[in-house]
Protein backbone atom coordinates (compact mmCIF):
# COMPACT_ATOMS: atom_id res chain seq x y z
CA UNK A 1 0.00 0.00 0.00
CA UNK A 2 1.62 3.24 -1.26
CA UNK A 3 0.45 6.63 -0.30
CA UNK A 4 1.39 9.43 -2.46
CA UNK A 5 1.71 13.01 -1.29
CA UNK A 6 0.08 15.87 -3.82
CA UNK A 7 -0.02 19.47 -3.91
CA UNK A 8 -3.35 20.34 -5.58
CA UNK A 9 -3.40 23.76 -5.78
CA UNK A 10 -0.93 26.65 -5.23
CA UNK A 11 -1.72 29.77 -3.10
CA UNK A 12 0.28 32.58 -3.41
CA UNK A 13 -1.13 35.12 -1.11
CA UNK A 14 0.65 39.23 -0.50
CA UNK A 15 3.68 39.65 1.86
CA UNK A 16 5.82 36.35 2.93
CA UNK A 17 6.84 38.41 5.79
CA UNK A 18 2.80 38.98 6.93
CA UNK A 19 1.41 35.44 6.42
CA UNK A 20 4.43 33.36 7.10
CA UNK A 21 6.48 35.30 9.60
CA UNK A 22 9.79 35.28 7.19
CA UNK A 23 10.73 35.81 3.72
CA UNK A 24 10.26 39.83 2.29
CA UNK A 25 7.71 41.75 3.03
CA UNK A 26 6.71 42.51 -0.46
CA UNK A 27 7.14 38.74 -1.59
CA UNK A 28 4.19 36.40 -1.81
CA UNK A 29 3.73 33.58 0.28
CA UNK A 30 3.55 29.74 -1.07
CA UNK A 31 1.39 27.87 0.48
CA UNK A 32 -0.32 24.63 -1.09
CA UNK A 33 -3.23 22.93 -1.13
CA UNK A 34 -1.55 19.29 0.78
CA UNK A 35 -3.80 16.19 -0.55
CA UNK A 36 -2.90 12.26 -0.45
CA UNK A 37 -3.66 9.76 -2.43
CA UNK A 38 -3.75 6.57 -1.10
CA UNK A 39 -3.82 2.64 -3.02
CA UNK A 40 -6.01 0.37 -1.53
CA UNK A 41 -7.94 -2.85 -2.28
CA UNK A 42 -10.81 -1.41 -3.07
CA UNK A 43 -9.08 1.87 -5.54
CA UNK A 44 -7.62 5.20 -5.12
CA UNK A 45 -8.60 6.98 -1.34
CA UNK A 46 -8.23 10.91 -2.03
CA UNK A 47 -7.83 12.94 1.27
CA UNK A 48 -9.09 16.17 0.30
CA UNK A 49 -8.89 17.11 -3.67
CA UNK A 50 -7.66 20.75 -3.57
CA UNK A 51 -8.68 22.50 -6.26
CA UNK A 52 -10.25 21.00 -9.85
CA UNK A 53 -11.09 21.10 -13.18
CA UNK A 54 -14.21 23.65 -12.78
CA UNK A 55 -12.14 25.90 -10.90
CA UNK A 56 -9.29 26.21 -13.41
CA UNK A 57 -11.55 26.67 -16.37
CA UNK A 58 -13.96 29.40 -14.38
CA UNK A 59 -12.28 30.80 -11.59
CA UNK A 60 -15.67 32.75 -10.91
CA UNK A 61 -16.74 29.85 -9.30
CA UNK A 62 -13.95 30.52 -6.39
CA UNK A 63 -15.42 33.84 -6.04
CA UNK A 64 -13.45 36.81 -6.38
CA UNK A 65 -12.57 37.78 -2.64
CA UNK A 66 -10.63 34.22 -2.58
CA UNK A 67 -8.97 34.83 -5.77
CA UNK A 68 -7.90 38.41 -4.52
CA UNK A 69 -6.51 37.24 -1.03
CA UNK A 70 -5.30 33.84 -2.30
CA UNK A 71 -3.76 34.19 -5.56
CA UNK A 72 -3.77 31.12 -6.98
CA UNK A 73 -2.02 29.50 -9.60
CA UNK A 74 -4.77 27.80 -11.20
CA UNK A 75 -3.03 24.75 -13.17
CA UNK A 76 -5.08 22.03 -14.81
CA UNK A 77 -1.34 20.27 -14.00
CA UNK A 78 -1.58 20.42 -10.36
CA UNK A 79 -5.31 19.47 -10.03
CA UNK A 80 -6.23 16.26 -8.41
CA UNK A 81 -7.19 14.24 -11.79
CA UNK A 82 -4.33 15.29 -13.81
CA UNK A 83 -1.59 13.68 -10.79
CA UNK A 84 -3.61 11.14 -10.75
CA UNK A 85 -3.34 10.36 -14.43
CA UNK A 86 0.55 10.99 -14.34
CA UNK A 87 0.72 8.34 -12.00
CA UNK A 88 -0.61 5.75 -14.36
CA UNK A 89 -4.40 5.87 -13.27
CA UNK A 90 -7.49 6.68 -14.19
CA UNK A 91 -10.40 9.22 -12.85
CA UNK A 92 -12.32 5.88 -11.97
CA UNK A 93 -9.74 4.48 -10.19
CA UNK A 94 -10.65 6.83 -7.42
CA UNK A 95 -13.32 5.06 -5.46
CA UNK A 96 -13.38 7.15 -2.04
CA UNK A 97 -12.87 10.64 -1.15
CA UNK A 98 -12.64 11.61 2.23
CA UNK A 99 -12.27 15.53 2.72
CA UNK A 100 -11.25 17.04 6.27
CA UNK A 101 -14.16 19.25 5.25
CA UNK A 102 -15.58 20.94 2.34
CA UNK A 103 -14.55 24.50 1.75
CA UNK A 104 -13.75 25.39 -1.29
CA UNK A 105 -9.91 24.93 -1.20
CA UNK A 106 -10.35 20.72 0.03
CA UNK A 107 -13.20 19.98 -2.42
CA UNK A 108 -13.37 21.89 -5.62
CA UNK A 109 -12.29 18.66 -7.48
CA UNK A 110 -14.94 16.43 -6.10
CA UNK A 111 -16.88 16.56 -9.60
CA UNK A 112 -13.30 15.48 -11.20
CA UNK A 113 -14.22 11.64 -9.39
CA UNK A 114 -18.40 11.79 -9.90
CA UNK A 115 -18.70 7.99 -9.10
CA UNK A 116 -16.26 8.27 -6.03
CA UNK A 117 -18.15 7.85 -2.22
CA UNK A 118 -17.50 10.90 -0.54
CA UNK A 119 -16.89 10.17 3.52
CA UNK A 120 -17.76 13.45 5.81
CA UNK A 121 -19.01 14.14 9.16
CA UNK A 122 -22.21 14.79 9.40
CA UNK A 123 -22.07 17.87 11.10
CA UNK A 124 -20.37 19.33 8.20
CA UNK A 125 -22.64 18.13 5.57
CA UNK A 126 -25.27 20.01 7.14
CA UNK A 127 -23.48 23.04 7.20
CA UNK A 128 -22.47 23.08 3.87
CA UNK A 129 -26.04 22.09 2.86
CA UNK A 130 -27.52 24.91 4.38
CA UNK A 131 -25.06 27.22 5.94
CA UNK A 132 -26.03 29.36 8.61
CA UNK A 133 -24.67 32.37 10.98
CA UNK A 134 -20.43 32.17 10.57
CA UNK A 135 -20.47 29.28 8.54
CA UNK A 136 -22.71 30.72 6.01
CA UNK A 137 -19.77 33.71 5.85
CA UNK A 138 -16.77 31.39 4.65
CA UNK A 139 -15.16 29.02 2.17
CA UNK A 140 -18.65 26.78 1.22
CA UNK A 141 -19.37 26.91 -2.87
CA UNK A 142 -22.10 25.07 -3.99
CA UNK A 143 -21.01 24.61 -7.33
CA UNK A 144 -18.67 22.21 -6.18
CA UNK A 145 -21.44 19.58 -5.31
CA UNK A 146 -23.56 20.48 -7.88
CA UNK A 147 -23.39 16.96 -9.65
CA UNK A 148 -24.82 15.17 -6.52
CA UNK A 149 -22.07 13.55 -5.13
CA UNK A 150 -22.38 9.74 -3.38
CA UNK A 151 -22.66 11.08 0.34
CA UNK A 152 -22.00 9.27 3.12
CA UNK A 153 -22.14 11.28 6.13
CA UNK A 154 -21.12 9.66 9.67
CA UNK A 155 -22.08 10.68 13.23
CA UNK A 156 -19.17 11.32 15.68
CA UNK A 157 -19.15 8.32 17.43
CA UNK A 158 -16.55 5.12 17.72
CA UNK A 159 -12.99 4.62 19.49
CA UNK A 160 -10.24 6.48 20.96
CA UNK A 161 -7.48 7.51 18.99
CA UNK A 162 -4.02 8.30 21.01
CA UNK A 163 -6.62 10.27 23.11
CA UNK A 164 -8.92 11.39 20.69
CA UNK A 165 -12.79 10.19 19.24
CA UNK A 166 -12.10 8.85 15.75
CA UNK A 167 -14.82 6.93 13.37
CA UNK A 168 -13.31 4.16 11.00
CA UNK A 169 -14.36 4.79 7.60
CA UNK A 170 -14.46 2.42 4.91
CA UNK A 171 -13.91 -1.03 7.10
CA UNK A 172 -13.66 -3.13 4.09
CA UNK A 173 -10.42 -1.64 2.96
CA UNK A 174 -7.26 -3.25 4.06
CA UNK A 175 -6.19 0.12 5.04
CA UNK A 176 -7.08 1.49 8.10
CA UNK A 177 -8.47 5.20 8.16
CA UNK A 178 -10.14 6.97 10.39
CA UNK A 179 -11.90 10.47 10.82
CA UNK A 180 -10.57 12.17 13.91
CA UNK A 181 -12.74 15.28 15.02
CA UNK A 182 -10.93 17.96 14.98
CA UNK A 183 -13.80 21.36 15.05
CA UNK A 184 -13.54 24.80 15.15
CA UNK A 185 -12.41 26.02 11.94
CA UNK A 186 -15.49 24.54 10.79
CA UNK A 187 -18.73 22.87 12.21
CA UNK A 188 -17.54 19.05 11.37
CA UNK A 189 -14.23 19.75 10.51
CA UNK A 190 -11.78 16.19 10.93
CA UNK A 191 -8.66 14.82 10.81
CA UNK A 192 -8.15 11.81 8.87
CA UNK A 193 -5.85 9.59 10.01
CA UNK A 194 -4.28 6.83 7.95
CA UNK A 195 -1.56 3.98 8.99
CA UNK A 196 0.63 3.32 6.65
CA UNK A 197 4.52 1.78 6.79
CA UNK A 198 4.37 1.31 10.47
CA UNK A 199 3.33 4.34 11.68
CA UNK A 200 0.38 7.01 11.44
CA UNK A 201 -0.52 10.39 9.07
CA UNK A 202 -2.51 12.11 10.48
CA UNK A 203 -3.92 15.10 7.69
CA UNK A 204 -4.87 17.67 9.82
CA UNK A 205 -6.66 19.77 7.38
CA UNK A 206 -6.90 23.47 8.56
CA UNK A 207 -7.03 22.30 12.08
CA UNK A 208 -3.68 24.15 11.76
CA UNK A 209 -1.95 26.04 9.00
CA UNK A 210 1.87 26.61 9.75
CA UNK A 211 4.58 23.70 11.07
CA UNK A 212 5.40 26.21 13.23
CA UNK A 213 2.28 25.71 15.67
CA UNK A 214 3.34 22.25 16.33
CA UNK A 215 6.59 22.95 17.63
CA UNK A 216 6.55 20.71 20.76
CA UNK A 217 8.89 23.38 22.76
CA UNK A 218 7.95 26.84 21.74
CA UNK A 219 5.25 27.05 19.19
CA UNK A 220 4.19 30.31 17.46
CA UNK A 221 1.37 31.30 14.64
CA UNK A 222 3.02 34.16 11.92
CA UNK A 223 1.18 36.55 12.51
CA UNK A 224 -1.21 36.90 9.24
CA UNK A 225 -1.82 33.30 9.88
CA UNK A 226 -2.96 33.60 13.47
CA UNK A 227 -5.16 36.56 12.27
CA UNK A 228 -6.83 34.33 9.66
CA UNK A 229 -7.83 31.52 12.08
CA UNK A 230 -8.99 33.51 14.96
CA UNK A 231 -11.15 35.36 11.81
CA UNK A 232 -12.61 32.43 10.19
CA UNK A 233 -13.19 29.97 12.78
CA UNK A 234 -16.78 28.59 13.62
CA UNK A 235 -15.57 28.29 17.12
CA UNK A 236 -12.23 29.70 17.86
CA UNK A 237 -12.19 27.98 21.56
CA UNK A 238 -12.46 24.29 20.03
CA UNK A 239 -9.59 25.30 17.33
CA UNK A 240 -7.27 26.53 20.27
CA UNK A 241 -8.23 23.29 21.95
CA UNK A 242 -7.47 20.93 18.93
CA UNK A 243 -4.49 23.15 18.14
CA UNK A 244 -3.45 22.43 21.97
CA UNK A 245 -4.04 18.88 21.88
CA UNK A 246 -2.32 17.80 18.50
CA UNK A 247 0.72 19.93 19.65
CA UNK A 248 0.42 16.95 23.09
CA UNK A 249 -0.05 14.41 20.01
CA UNK A 250 3.43 15.28 18.49
CA UNK A 251 5.38 15.66 21.30
CA UNK A 252 4.65 12.49 23.26
CA UNK A 253 4.13 9.70 19.91
CA UNK A 254 6.64 11.16 17.43
CA UNK A 255 7.69 7.92 16.58
CA UNK A 256 4.02 6.87 16.11
CA UNK A 257 2.30 9.32 14.49
CA UNK A 258 3.60 12.23 11.75
CA UNK A 259 0.82 15.06 11.63
CA UNK A 260 0.49 17.77 9.17
CA UNK A 261 -1.69 20.75 7.80
CA UNK A 262 -3.43 21.39 4.86
CA UNK A 263 -1.95 24.61 3.74
CA UNK A 264 1.75 24.34 4.90
CA UNK A 265 4.52 24.08 2.34
CA UNK A 266 7.19 22.68 4.35
CA UNK A 267 5.51 19.97 5.71
CA UNK A 268 4.23 19.05 1.88
CA UNK A 269 7.91 19.56 1.21
CA UNK A 270 9.07 17.22 3.73
CA UNK A 271 6.54 14.28 3.38
CA UNK A 272 6.56 14.52 -0.63
CA UNK A 273 10.78 13.92 -0.35
CA UNK A 274 11.06 11.44 2.38
CA UNK A 275 12.17 7.83 1.00
CA UNK A 276 10.22 4.50 1.32
CA UNK A 277 10.91 2.19 3.45
CA UNK A 278 12.45 -0.37 2.21
CA UNK A 279 9.39 -3.01 2.09
CA UNK A 280 7.66 -0.46 -0.27
CA UNK A 281 10.37 0.14 -2.47
CA UNK A 282 10.59 -3.58 -3.16
CA UNK A 283 6.77 -3.58 -3.99
CA UNK A 284 7.04 -0.78 -6.17
CA UNK A 285 9.48 -1.60 -8.52
Known amino acids: MRVHHLNCGTLCPASA ?21 IESNDGLVLVDTGLGLADIQDPGRLGQRFIR ?11 AVAQVERLGFRRED ?20 PRAKVHVFRDE ?22 HQPLWRPYDVEGERWFGFASVRVIPELDTELLLVPLVGHSEGHCGVAVRTQGRWLLHAGDAYFSHKE ?15 QRLRSTDNGARLENQARL ?14 SAHCAVELDRHARAPLSPEVRDSAA
Request: net charge positive; glycine share 8%.
Open 247 to 260: RALVRTHPEEVSVF
Open 94 to 113: VRHIIPTHLDLDHVGGLADF
Open 214 to 228: MHPVSPRSPWGLSLF
Open 17 to 37: RFVLGEGGLFTRARLVCHCLL
Open 69 to 79: RNAPRLSRDET
Open 125 to 146: HAAAMAPVGRSAKFGYRAAQWA
